[in-house]
């Protein structure tokens, strides 16, 4: 690994996770690169999207999960007592595997992280249009909807419901997106346009991509890192995982024996 | 950051303010068990369950005719309402997806909102002023009708709960789906067959306005379903207004007997099966 | 007739199989009309009481025609019947009624759904329901001898005291009257409202939680901005429902409100309602067109209550899908 040690946007190390008596993480211990695209893959159930909603501590909505061990983000425990979730989420946003746009005006879906963000006298007019223009225009569906401002959200399509909520995160200013197989309610065309818009936004933020789609971890990923059983096997560059292997499983689960 | 400390507060504010109104929501319910305990429990004794009302002015007697007469009523209201209830159940579970059946199930919803002294109006240009006298019958018939919806949509959704793999494999079998709806799907769910009656029962167990003109009410122990009948909650309205000290007594020890068996029901149908739509 | 259905209930019956099954098909055919019949009695029952209680109140409605509404007179000496002040009962109770309950009824239902740690959420549950469990009866015993005195000796002395100036608060406290009637009113729909909303917050997607989460809002927040708003038709319907309930109402307000027709602005006078006025005068009722004019009154109760009915539920339904299986 290239990377110096202060270039990881997310270090984890030796991450267990209970739900009540079942152990979903096992020493789960993985460096993920800051402004890179990587992918998480593994057969379903191998712990990939706990992981993932451990990084914004989504995961203790169900009361009966216990997560020990410590996972830094940009440098600070994200289970120290003193971390406040709201500044944690704000700053590690989260993209859904459905489409879930609040049932409000496609404008407001932008605002809404600034308007629980900030304080009310703050919030200029000029200020949330010109957040929303700029965040619909870097996932590029300003030139669709900057008529359609005002419909409500969930009655766009699909695939521009997905980019919203996107679109929602970035007047934030985050520094991590975690996208939990985002395009697997979407189409063909529809998947590309998000895997496009995820390359692009590379480099600005970092990116951690849960995917069933070996082949999309493939075209977007700069890393992966391959779960089985709720263990990290292999963390790698892609293309050297998925060309040459290190672990028998990893070969396994790529050449398609199991998953 | 700005307004943290602000919106940590509100959402304090919440949690303990939607509490506090689950306080609130719960008192009535405290302060009537507590008080039915505290005024009834004094007035249950042998004579309450086995002896007949004494004539006014002189104090003693008991509410057997009431307890009967409620046993009869329910129990025939029960043999009326409950299979008709249960085959509409079936057909709701088993062959409903269309749009009769989401008719029917908009009906019962409906109707389970109607005002139950309307039903009793029903009931008395249906039965009474034919048979040109108040009777069990009609007051039965009345509970029965209060108990269809009930019955109806419980039991639905509780059939419902039987996995589709189950009547698959009944199917897979070759059984007729009639044959797999009566030996597999009714047997997995007998519990919440039974949870859809006791709720029904329990319902109409306290059922009083309509019965005040159906049933009407009797001092006497009777089996003739064409006679007037007496009711354990028509009797203690009856005594609740009265204004006999002894009387208001019973009323509170008759209250105290009849909510104990309702709330038993009620709990009882809720152990069996978990309810649909309480909690995840 | 099940396309709209569970495909996979029906496909191991269609036409292939259909010559090897024989009996077994006739079999379902009669049993799946069997519990159709029986199903349909509950829609037929509804339309009955609609037909019937019309054809009772024929004679009053001929006799009084729309003066029914708005005349005060109930005099069955005379024969002359007016329906106003049931009517203003009954709307005012549970009007009334509803603008006590409803806080309480919403707060219960979000700290049911939403913001109660899970290990309690569904015992309490239970206690609220066992709420509507308890019979109008009981209710009406515990306000003639409890609620009612204490309204008189503590709660309308007092009220008297500070705003006896408004027209709400003056004549003698009597205890019984409008304002026990609504309060009672108040606990007994409490309940329908606070366990049907719950229902419907409980039927919002989790997905529209996470996402309000994952931005970083409170779960307060999360409530307000991305719950409620889901779910604002259906506690509009529930709502409805418990005005409904409020209005057909009748042991409970019976025995507290008075039985008095009188319109009055004051909270501490006598009042009647719809209902009451049936249940205390139905089974003596002598003479056919005071037995119809009474009957017009169940109707009128009946219409209002159907409607609101029938409003609620579409609310209701279109946020949280009746049946189970057609949440799949």
Redesign the interface.
Known sequence: MSTAASNFSIQTRDVNLWYGDFQALKNVSVNINQGEVTALIGPSGCGKTTLLRCF?R?NE???NVKTTGEIRILGKNAYDPDV???????AV??V???P?????SVYENVV??L?????RS?LKKSLLDEAVEKSLQEVSLWDDLKDRLHVRATTLQLEQQQKL?IA??LP?KPEVILMDEPCSALDVEATLAVEDLMLALAGTYTILIVTHNMAQARRVSRECAFMLLGEVVEVNRTQDLFLTPRDSRTADYIEGRYG | MPGYFRRKTFDILARWGSLAMVMVALVPLVAVLGYLTYKGIGGISWAFFTQLPKPVGETGGGMANALSGSAILVGLAGLIGLPVGLLGAIYLAEYGDNAFGKGVRFCTDVMAGIPSITVGIFVYGLVVLRMRRFSALAGAVTLAILMLPIVMRTTEELLRLVPVTLREAGLALGLPKWRVILGVVLRTGASGIATGVMLAIARVAGETAPLLFTAFGSRFISLKLDQPMGSLPVQIYTYAVSPYEDWHRQAWAAALVLVLLVLALNLLARVITRQPGSGR | MDEAGNPGRETHQKEPLAAFSGGGNLGDQVFRVLTAFFAALAVLVLAAMALQMFRAALPSLKQFGWKFLSSTDWDPVLDSYGALPYIFGTVASSILALLVALPVALGTAIYLAELAPLWVRRPLGILVELLAAIPSVIYGLWGIFVMSPWLRDSVQPLLQKIFGWTPFFKGVPRGFGMMAGCLVLAIMILPTIASVSRDVLLAVPNSIREGALALGATRWEMVRKAVLPCAKNGILGAVILGLGRALGETMAVTMVIGNRPDISWSLFSPGHSLASVIANEYAEASGDLYLSALTELGLILFGVTLLLNILARVLIWRVARGPAGARN
């Open positions: 914004n989504i909505r169900y009361g406040s979730l709201i500044e944690l989420r704000k946003g989260m859904f595997q459905r879930n746009p609040l049932p409000i809404f992280g308007r629980v963000h900030s304080a703050s909520c929602r995160l934030l």
